[in-house]
């Protein structure tokens, strides 16, 4: 029926099947650590909903479900039995084709029980000529038209309360059958098909490798896990719809589907060179909501921008390695808009989070760290933590020489003096001699924890003193698993296997602080961190953590954050080694 598969095979259970732009995805995952039996068409639209089952038959008529196993590669999804096949694919990001031959197949909606206000309302549209299904989770219609083949049977159109609802296809005198599913709004012309399958299959194929080619040309051998880091990145990449104002990766099309606001600087650092377009819209997607206080937001989706929590002001940082990545240079006014910006978010620490007379900002909660649950805030939430004054060190540096790009000399001055009076009061206040501490934004009190967040001041690079960053190190080493940074000492009394901030290793922690080691010189443990955390993806994949003593992936397995930064470790690994000189290169 189609040709070879091409681009890199993998498990739907793992990784949800869809294509740029899409706000849906087929995958058997239909809540947060849920899994179906058959796989589900799930929209992302007003929140994560399962709203279509999809069910291979071996008799329509009576529904009997077909045992087949289920394939995916970039640009096709099949189920394949003994008795024949079913093959989905998009040929838009808002229509997926549907194709069998010695199988029937089912789709029905996955809500069974219909009410006032919730579940899938199943009906024929004569004016259309097609079956649709209304959900009131997504706000959408789903449209199912028949290209050829028999409808089999239908169930439940029009009727209201319990029962299943959807239609059955089996193949027409020839042998086939095909069906168009479309996502929509209110309403659209009749859908006509406009290219054969074979077509759209290898459309959303050159897509993909188009793609791939350009965020990764550098891939090889040496980087197995390259294509399909691309692939998790460029299928979890959704439309501007909703509050979501610019296309945007979404950290997955698992139950893990906002963009949260430090996750998108991984992301917009991977895409740059390749995709500098969507890579500028990723660093900028947060700063659309910042408010009036200039705080980011926690978190945006497509109907849902949350400000109960922030995030670390990592975007400074962020933004200095964009700019060197990007493959050209900024114009004024871009370097401008991202000043203001800064600027602003720069603002909210040093007013909104810094108590009277102190001179270090605070978070209000793990939280606002990223670090939710993180040893560090055991004891108290409300802390002074060294990693916040760091970031904050960095942005400042950064706000400083864009004012001086931009001829506000006297602003550059003032964001330098802020930097060096901050580093300073971190130095005075927080430092031991051997370790960072944390201090209770109430009371006063310190504390250190066996958490990595105390180590990450390591991302202050060549700003520290040589006898810091080298004690720092030492510390980190002892975090270094075989397979890369525990966020907790594993020999800690609160180290968790799956204890999300205590204990598993995560992406962002791994790439500040492989860049903090490597420009304070210490490159050798820096090319060591980036190696077992290329190492890990490339075995275990692309979970949003993994267990630090086995590698195994924990929670959500399809993270953008955690395959963007593989793109970005390897990417720069390939240029260190053209270089010849181990030292990196923008």
Request: hydrophobic fraction near 45%; glycine fraction near 10%.
């Amino acid at each position: 029926m189609t040709a070879a598969p091409s681009g890199p095979a993998f498990p739907v259970h793992d990784i949800p099947f869809s294509v740029y732009g899409s706000w849906f995805d087929i995958s058997p995952v239909v809540a947060e650590k849920t899994y179906a039996e058959d796989l589900h068409l799930v929209s992302h639209q007003n929140g994560m909903h399962a709203v279509l089952r999809l069910v291979p038959l071996g008799d329509a008529a009576s529904g009997e479900r077909a045992e087949t196993r289920v394939e995916a590669t970039p640009g096709l999804l099949t189920w394949a039995g003994g008795s024949g096949r079913v093959e989905l694919a998009y040929e838009a990001p808002d229509t997926v084709r549907l194709r069998g031959r010695g199988l029937g197949f089912g789709v029905f909606a996955a809500a069974r029980t219909l009410t006032p206000f919730s579940g899938t309302y199943f009906f024929h549209d004569p004016a259309a000529n097609g079956h649709v299904f209304t959900s009131y989770e997504t706000g959408r219609r789903y449209r199912v038209t028949l290209l050829s083949g028999t409808l089999a049977r239908t169930a439940g159109a029009q009727s209201l309360g319990g029962g299943e609802r959807g239609l059955a296809v089996i193949a027409s005198a020839d042998g086939g059958w095909e069906i168009a599913i479309e996502e929509l709004d209110a309403a659209r012309p009749p859908y006509v098909p406009s290219v054969a399958f074979d077509d759209v299959v290898a459309a959303a194929r050159g897509a993909f490798a188009a793609f791939v080619d350009a965020v990764a040309p550098w891939r090889s051998a040496a980087t197995p896990a390259a294509e399909l880091a691309a692939y998790v990145v460029w299928s979890a990449t959704v439309s501007a719809k909703g509050l979501v104002t610019r296309p945007g990766v979404l950290m997955s099309k698992h139950w893990m589907d906002k963009v949260w606001s430090w996750d998108h600087c991984f992301n917009a650092l991977a895409l740059a060179p390749g995709s500098p377009q969507l890579a500028w819209d990723q660093y900028h997607l947060p700063f659309d909501h910042q408010d009036e206080s200039g705080a980011l937001p926690d978190s945006v989706t497509h109907s849902e921008v949350l400000y109960n929590f922030v995030k670390p002001p990592i975007h400074g940082w962020a933004f200095g390695h964009l700019r060197r990545s990007l493959p050209r240079p900024l114009g004024r006014a871009e370097l401008a808009e991202v000043y203001e910006r800064l600027e602003r978010w720069t603002g909210f620490w040093l007013t909104a989070r810094r108590a009277p007379g102190a001179e270090l900002p605070y978070y209000q909660h793990g939280n606002d760290s990223g670090w939710d649950n993180a040893t560090t805030f055991a004891s108290e939430r409300v802390v002074v933590t060294a990693d916040l004054s760091a970031f904050l060190v960095l942005q400042l540096h950064e706000l400083a020489e864009l004012a001086a790009e931009l001829d506000k000399p006297d602003e550059a001055i003032r964001w330098t003096r802020t930097a060096e009076e901050i580093q300073a009061a971190l130095l005075d206040q927080l430092w031991t001699g051997d370790r960072f501490v944390a201090r209770s934004a109430g009371s006063g009190e310190t504390w250190s924890s066996a958490s990595l967040l105390d180590l990450m001041p390591v991302v202050l690079g060549e700003h520290l003193p040589a006898e810091v960053a080298g004690a720092l190190a030492d510390h980190i080493k002892a975090h270094l698993t075989p397979y890369g940074l525990a966020t907790e000492l594993p020999g800690s009394p609160h180290y968790l296997p799956d204890g999300y901030w205590r204990g598993p290793i995560w992406a962002p922690a791994t790439v500040l602080i492989e860049d903090g080691l490597r420009r304070a010189g210490h490159r050798r443990l820096a090319d060591d961190i980036s190696a077992r955390f290329r190492a890990l993806c490339e075995t275990h994949g692309f979970a949003e953590n993994f267990d630090a003593l086995t590698g195994t992936g924990l929670r959500d397995r399809a993270y953008t954050w955690t395959a963007g930064s593989y793109l970005l470790l390897a990417r720069d690994h390939h240029r260190r080694a053209e270089a010849g000189n181990g030292t990196a290169v923008a």
